[in-house]
């Protein structure tokens, strides 16, 4: 994993609008700045991205303060791919939220890989970095005071200190769960013999269990013959007892029979009494009739007189309506006239209140003129001053816009500068991209070649598989033929069957053709048919062998198929692989083309970058701008007399107004007093119009048209004769006469109903009758079975005590059943458990050989077995590793060797990891060395640790973060130091070196400036 650009927001020190920390470029750098200045936090962003891992434990904790979301965008590359991590966190009061992107670029730019959630998000980027975040910080990140975690430990802890380094955790969860495993079968086992125990004692009591079971079907035997009798004897008294029933039912139907009689009966009598009821009513209404016709003609009359005064009434409304409108126009004459009067008396009062004020103006005018012929004009100082204010607006705006567009110069030209930057860097980067993915050209077209080669193969498959198949088609046809061969004398074979059972014994007739055949006929066709059959038989035999050879040869003939088929549905992957192998080498082609364009590209652009050879013609205009701006003067000078001549307008602008507002003035007293001298005579014709209007409101002197029709409109309505009054009186008589018209209708009503309903009245009278004469009989009929049902009840009980008897044996019966039951369920357990004794017992043994291989599983994953093994193993190549760098650092003065056992006092071995050191004056171990010396045997030891557990991990360990003090080295030893470090920048394509030394940022190509403002922290490349 190669970091390529880092681009941070609101993360820990460093806040918003931050360019990107690109590291394109850049084989090793020292991030340089104060302690506290945020470098260390750069290396936090680049873990909390790839990983959500920091120094602080907790999100929330990393966003800078007073904000409330921060982000993280990391660009790397992998592998020659190129992918994007980007993770935000927005703190919340409820938790928070957390967001995880996680991009590869294609050829379309930017594509996400995001499965779904942030977990599945993370594990695709531990997957695809073949590392996590445990794997990174024990390799690629030396942190602050992690560097001697391994040799400060004491020699008998190093062990357990390396084994958590290389991961040999996992040994020892392997070991607890190899001894759980075991416990677990020991428990199976102690469960098992103890059901070993229960199968044996349940198998050795089968024989007894035979001789229960024997004796309790005999006593079953014998329940059943005595439930046999009992069932008889119950049977007999139940048809007792049901043919009892079933007089009692007759009984029951007759008492109900009666029963719907006598409600027959109430019915009809009941309806009878209301039909009584309904005719007396009905001949009352007939007797009223005179009377009921003398009120239906006073009825008559009376609606006769309603209907004219009704007829009337519309007339009448109309007449009204128009005296209503004449009334309404009189009253609207009235009220116009008195507006108009108002009108002309509010004009004469305001004409006098005018023409009193007159003197009293004039004075006011007088002061006014003489105020104003006091002041001196200014509108010619006012003029020449914004003149000249125009005039160095106009220079200021210019040198305004010269300046605006010198400043877009020199961006212009800083921005094709970066931009030449920019692209000589991705031409480098392009560069070696190119190499990597040419690198593989030879491998694939050896690849392809044996590509081409299967598929010829694969097409010579195809044609043979063509043969296959229509040698099977053949070999079906004729097994077909053969099959359907058989078919045909398998039904002769039955043709023949049939006739002779028809020619059975003591026949002499033939069966067909019913003629005398004889004894010696009839045998002489059964010989014949015989003798037919036996030839079909051994025609059947014959085919049958000969399809069953072609069908084996059928059989083997698809298997030839499908084996040809298998090979030849391979064909489209190997397409597939040929299309893309030669699409690589197609694509070689371009990348070459592309190398060739992007070296010569790199050349110009470096050329151009080192000569200043861009921009030209804004460099040229920047000359004129410096030019122009120091003719029309400087800024602040130009800046400084527009301030006073804007003074002294304002001051001019004041005097000017105050004069206009005093000729204002004048001239509106001079007009009001003008409008005063006009209104004069309006004033006596309008005192005239007044007089006018109040003399004819007085004598009612005005709508003379409307008061002659409203005194006709009134005789018309008193000759008319209609009144309200008259019209409801007439009304109220006709209502009270109505209820003549319902009499009426209820005469009517009587008389069709006495006609309808007097034979049916005759009729029901009758059925009555009818009624009383049937329930007498049914009476009789009920007592009469009553006599026979005194039999029912000793009936049943006789069959209860049946039934109880009955019921009682089946119990015994069931109690019978039962112990046979519980006897044969014992004889079935007994039997059962002597065949599960045996599986049982070989389960045991099975269980006692997995124990034992779980107990040398455990031994073997223990910390004497694979863990010690793979520690021995990892020795010497740490040991190699280390020495190689300590020799590049202090010029092949130290030598570290690694002892794994030592002797005690006792004369016993134990184990251990002593770090002895070799220098000039011998061999001493770790503890005796302190400092300089201390780190680099520190740094050499962590480095080589590193490589160890990266290539452990199968992870490619491309980059090298430290980010370790160097304050505890000499001059020298830093200086060996960053030797040892530039030494091994060839097995890292990235090193990154972190400190606050001045005189060791000095010592690397390329330094990262670190520097806290009040804004947050910044950097800067240098």
């Not at 009878?272 to 009513?281: A, G, K, S, T, V």
């Not at 319902?742 to 007097?758: P, Q």
């Not at 049946?802 to 044996?809: E, F, G, V």
Request: hydrophobic share 40%; with cysteine; charged share 35%.
């Amino acid at each position: 994993m190669i970091p390529r650009t880092l681009t941070l927001q609101n993360f820990m020190c460093y806040r918003e609008g931050l360019p990107p920390l690109v590291l394109d470029g850049i084989s090793i750098a020292c991030l340089a700045g104060d302690n506290g200045a945020g470098k260390s936090a750069l290396l936090d962003a680049i873990t909390w991205a790839l990983w959500g891992e920091a120094r602080l434990k907790s999100d929330d904790d990393l966003v800078a303060l007073g904000a409330t979301e921060m982000m993280v965008d990391l660009e790397f590359t992998l592998d020659g791919q190129d992918y994007r991590v980007i993770r935000r966190r927005i703190r919340g009061k409820r938790g928070g939220q957390s967001q995880l992107d996680f991009q590869v670029r294609d050829e379309n730019g930017w594509r996400s890989l995001t499965p779904g959630g942030i977990r599945e998000t993370q594990q695709l980027i531990i997957r695809t970095l073949r590392m996590d975040y445990e794997i990174f910080a024990n390799s690629a990140y030396l942190r602050q005071g992690h560097a001697d975690a391994f040799t400060r430990k004491e020699p008998a802890k190093r062990k357990q200190v390396l084994a958590d380094i290389l991961g040999l955790g996992v040994y020892e969860n392997l070991e607890s769960r190899a001894k759980e495993r075991a416990r677990a079968i020991e428990g199976q086992i102690r469960g098992l013999e103890g059901q070993i125990d229960e199968l044996r004692r349940q198998a050795e009591r089968r024989d007894m269990l035979v001789g229960f079971v024997r004796d309790a079907e005999q006593r079953v035997a014998d329940a059943r013959q005595r439930i046999t009798e009992a069932e008889q004897a119950f049977q007999a008294a139940v048809a007792k007892v049901q043919e009892l029933e079933t007089v009692r039912t007759i009984r029951d139907d007759r008492q109900e029979q009666i029963h719907q009689r006598r409600a027959e009966r109430d019915a009809q009598k009941q309806w009878l009494d209301r039909q009584m009821d309904i005719r007396e009513r009905a001949e009352g209404w007939i007797a009223r009739r005179a009377e009921i016709e003398e009120g239906i003609r006073a009825l008559r009359a009376a609606e006769a007189e309603r209907d004219r005064l009704a007829a009337l009434r519309d007339e009448y409304d109309r007449l009204q309506q128009r005296r209503a409108t004449l009334v309404q126009a009189l009253a609207e004459a009235e009220h116009a006239l008195r507006a108009d009067l108002r009108v002309a008396e509010t004009q004469v009062q305001t004409m006098r209140e005018r023409a009193a004020r007159r003197p009293k103006l004039v004075a006011e005018r007088e002061r006014l003129a003489a105020q104003l012929t006091d002041q001196t004009p200014v509108i010619e100082a006012l003029s020449a001053a914004r003149t000249r204010r125009t005039d160095l607006t106009d220079r200021l705006r210019r040198v305004n816009e010269l300046l605006r567009r010198r400043t877009e110069l020199e961006g212009d030209i800083k921005l094709k500068h970066d931009s030449l930057v920019a692209t000589r860097e991705e031409q480098k980067r392009l560069l070696r991209t190119l190499a990597d993915q040419l690198k593989h050209e030879a491998r694939w077209r050896a690849e392809l070649a044996e590509a081409l080669t299967e598929r010829t193969q694969i097409s010579e498959e195809k044609d043979r598989l063509e043969t296959l198949r229509n040698d099977e088609r053949v070999l079906a046809e004729q097994v077909g033929g053969i099959r359907a061969e058989c078919e045909t004398i398998r039904q002769q074979g039955e043709q023949i069957n049939e006739k002779l059972r028809l020619l059975g014994h003591d026949v002499t007739v033939c069966p067909l053709c019913k003629s005398e055949l004889g004894h010696d006929g009839i045998v002489h066709i059964q010989a014949e048919y015989e003798r037919e059959r036996q030839a079909l038989r051994q025609r059947y035999a014959a085919a049958k062998r000969d399809a069953d050879h072609l069908e084996a040869q059928l059989k083997r003939l698809r298997n030839d198929i499908r084996a040809a088929e298998n090979r030849i549905a391979a064909l489209p992957d190997l397409q597939g692989r040929i299309a893309r192998l030669e699409n690589d080498l197609a694509r070689c082609d371009t990348l070459r083309q592309q190398q060739i364009e992007a070296q010569r590209l790199h050349d110009d652009v470096a050329m151009r970058l080192m000569k200043n050879d861009y921009e030209l013609a804004a460099r040229e205009e920047l000359k004129r701008i410096d030019a122009e701006m120091t003719a029309l003067g400087a800024i602040e000078t130009l800046e400084r007399e527009i301030g006073a001549l804007d003074r002294q307008v304002a001051a001019l602008e004041n005097r000017s107004r105050e004069q206009a507002t005093l000729q204002a003035q004048v001239d509106a007293l001079h007009r009001e007093i003008r409008q005063i001298d006009d209104d004069d005579p309006a004033l006596h014709e309008q005192e005239q119009i007044v007089a006018e209007l109040s003399r004819l409101l007085a004598q009612n002197d005005f709508a003379h048209d409307e008061r002659a029709a409203l005194a006709t409109l009134d005789e018309q309505i008193a000759a008319l004769g209609y009144s309200r009054e008259r019209y409801d009186q007439a009304k109220a008589e006709a209502q009270a006469l109505t209820h003549w018209e319902e009499d009426l209708t209820r005469l009517r009503h009587a008389e069709e109903w006495i006609a309808e309903n007097n034979d049916d009245i005759a009729r029901a009278a009758e059925r009555l009758r009818q009624l009383d004469a049937q329930i007498a009989s049914d009476e009789a009929e009920v007592q009469r079975l009553d006599e026979r049902l005194r039999d029912l009840a000793p009936a049943a009980r006789t069959r209860d005590a049946a039934r109880a008897r009955l019921d009682a044996l089946h119990r015994e019966l069931l109690a019978f059943q039962k112990d046979l039951g519980e006897h044969e369920a014992n004889l079935r357990r007994a039997e059962e458990a002597a065949h599960s004794l045996a599986d049982a017992e070989a389960l045991r043994l099975a269980l006692l050989e997995r124990k034992s291989l779980f107990d040398e599983l455990t031994l073997a994953f223990g910390k004497k077995g694979v863990q010690a093994m793979l520690i021995e193993t990892a020795l010497p190549e740490l040991e190699r590793e280390a020495n190689r760098l300590l020799d590049r650092m202090t010029d092949n003065q130290l030598h570290l060797t690694f002892e794994t056992q030592r002797d005690t006092k006792k004369g016993d071995v134990v184990e251990t990891l002593e770090i002895k050191i070799a220098d000039a004056l011998g061999t001493r171990v770790y503890d005796a060395y302190s400092g300089g010396e201390a780190f680099r045997l520190d740094f050499a030891i962590r480095i080589a640790l590193s490589k160890l557990l990266a290539r452990r991990a199968g992870a490619r360990l491309e980059t090298l973060i430290i980010d370790e003090g160097f304050g505890s080295q000499d001059a020298r030893g830093r200086e060996r130091l960053v030797e040892a470090i530039i030494s091994v920048q060839h097995d890292f394509r990235r090193v990154l070196v972190i400190t606050h030394i001045q005189e060791l940022k000095d010592m690397f190509p390329v330094q990262i400036e670190i520097v806290k403002t009040p804004h947050g922290s910044v950097w800067s490349l240098a």
